[in-house]
């Protein structure tokens, strides 16, 4: 392979610096560096190149109605539940009285929306139970305590 083909090969193993690409914000020696996948100034200059070929990075604007619910817990769904708030093979979570909270976002989100806000939870240090996305609607289970925190980094990243 090219010195280009195996630093697109490491990037894709790495889309936050092709995020950053995307945004203008990369140090191209560095970032060589840190791919570790040829002469440093080649792979820099790769890195250029692709970086002119990619769209600019631009914020969403997404539009969607955020709530916290609180109580929610694990159960073993032997298939669908009903009345579930977000379900990920046979684990379904509901409002049962449990000891983590769910963040409800309802409006214009997708599978990329879960992406920008599972990366503004962890950039907040809130972790993350489980979460899904589907159909104008996504999920995320955090602790109890972490749910105020939760419900901003949702705000946020939407």
Known sequence: MTVAA?????LRRRPFLETALRAGVVNYTAAARFLDVGETEAVAAALRRYAEELEDYEESDRRASVSMRSGVGPVDAGGETADALLQVGETAFTADGGDYTAVVADGDV???????????????????????????????????????????AVEDAL
């Open 6 to 10: 195996d630093t697109r090969e490491a």
């Open 110 to 152: 997708d599978a990329s929306a879960l992406v920008d806000v599972l990366g503004r939870l962890r950039t907040a240090d809130v972790a993350v139970e489980a979460a899904a996305a589907a159909e104008g609607t996504l999920a995320v289970v955090v602790g109890r305590r972490a749910g105020a925190n939760a419900v901003r």
